[in-house]
């Protein structure tokens, strides 16, 4: 089955095309990240019609990369949900329609189950069962997957989520958005050892996760520097690269990434102990991060298993994610209505496992590399 992904949860237009015989075909991108650098942040409004804009144009290029023209689609699959209402409406609207266009099935696909099969786009997918840690701006989770629809949450953050912590923090050192790779650059240059910040939760039972306070320390932090400064904010001013300034700023910014990477990792292995699993899987974009793959990668190593963390083009949101979980779950006859509904909040665990629920005359098993594959 051949199948066009269209994801627009957010702030980037990402098209693929996923074939269940061959794998990905092809798979194109394109990120608002300077049209909202103006603002410092994510403006809906402006994502909603960016998206619009760049739809078809992206559509076109993604056929055309992959060698095969509209008709050649079996479905269309696109994120229904969560995201930002408008910038969904946008996607989910134009896929509707190129599929009703085609008479071909769509489906409306969960952006969260998209990044937890993202490491299936590599060549060594994770085997079933496994512990999956979902970590980007919106989510942080730990997840127990037994197969493709069968999760189990394990445990969340009750405030802010990993990747908004990264990104508010960033904002407080005067870091260009997007903050949380600014953040993890200049982290590079600092000691996380100088400006000493607290573990969340990390010392209670549970796989919970908290980050508010983490960046209520880093706030705390920052004030009593200014105070001692005489009210000059870390990191801004003219001072030469190693100036006081400077070095506070990267020295806060290794100490929160350390904090946050020690407290995910610290869960994870957790929840690998209380799931007597010993496959680890991170997605998402913050799973982008060097410090954190290390950390995981060491805390599967330590139980004897493996980690699996997608490539960073497949980390933050994209296409191609969308078209392999719409691709699995239309083979098997799963399709969206006519009348198009979309989810800004839609629970994970609401998703039903993937099983055969119509005879479509192209459906074909699940890949013999995804349904049978096991730990």
């Excluded at 995201?83 to 009703?100: E, I, N, P, T, Y």
């Excluded at 953040?183 to 400006?195: F, S």
């Excluded at 001072?239 to 990792?265: C, N, Q």
């Amino acid at each position: 089955m051949i199948v066009l992904g269209c994801e627009t949860s957010c702030d980037e237009t990402g098209l693929a095309v996923y074939d269940t015989a061959r794998g990905l075909l092809a798979d194109v991108l394109h990120s608002q990240v300077d049209l909202h650098a103006l603002y410092g942040g994510v403006v809906p409004e402006l994502a909603s019609r960016d998206h619009v804009r760049r739809l078809v144009p992206l559509a076109r290029r993604a056929l055309a990369e992959a060698g095969i023209a509209a008709e050649a689609l079996d479905g269309v699959a696109f994120t229904a949900g969560p995201g930002l209402a408008g910038a969904l409406m946008s996607g989910a609207l134009a896929a509707r329609a190129l599929a009703w266009a085609l008479g071909r099935p769509a489906l409306g696909v969960h952006h969260m189950e998209g990044h937890l099969l993202s490491p299936m786009l590599e060549p060594e997918a994770p085997p079933f069962p496994f512990v999956c840690l979902l970590v980007s701006g919106g989510h942080t989770q730990l997840v127990r997957v037994d197969g493709i629809g069968r999760y189990r949450l394990l445990g969340q953050s009750i405030d802010d989520a990993a990747g908004e912590a990264f990104d508010k923090t960033a904002k407080l050192l005067g870091l260009p958005y997007p903050g949380g790779a600014a953040l993890a650059r200049l982290a590079e240059k600092g000691d996380a050892t100088a400006v000493p910040m607290p573990r969340p939760m990390l010392d209670r039972p549970g796989l919970d996760f908290s980050f508010s306070g983490l960046k209520t320390a880093a706030v705390t932090r920052l004030r009593a520097f200014e105070a001692e400064e005489g009210g000059t904010r870390a990191g801004g001013g003219g001072e030469r690269a190693d100036g006081p300034r400077e070095r506070f700023a990267a020295d806060l910014a290794a100490g929160f990434e350390s904090a946050i990477v020690d407290v995910l990792a610290g869960k994870c292995d957790r929840a690998l102990a209380q799931e007597r699993l010993r496959t680890l899987v991170v997605a998402g974009g913050v799973s982008a991060n060097r410090r954190l793959r290390a950390a995981l990668e060491r805390v599967a190593a330590s139980r004897g298993g493996r980690a699996y963390c997608p490539r960073p083009a497949f980390c933050t949101d994209n296409g191609a994610m969308i078209a392999l979980a719409g691709a699995l779950r239309l083979e098997v006859g799963e399709r969206t209505a006519l009348a198009v509904t979309i989810r800004p909040r839609w629970p994970l665990e609401e998703l039903g496992p993937v099983e055969r629920r119509s005879a479509p005359s192209d459906a074909r098993p699940l890949p013999a590399s995804l349904d049978a594959r096991r730990e």
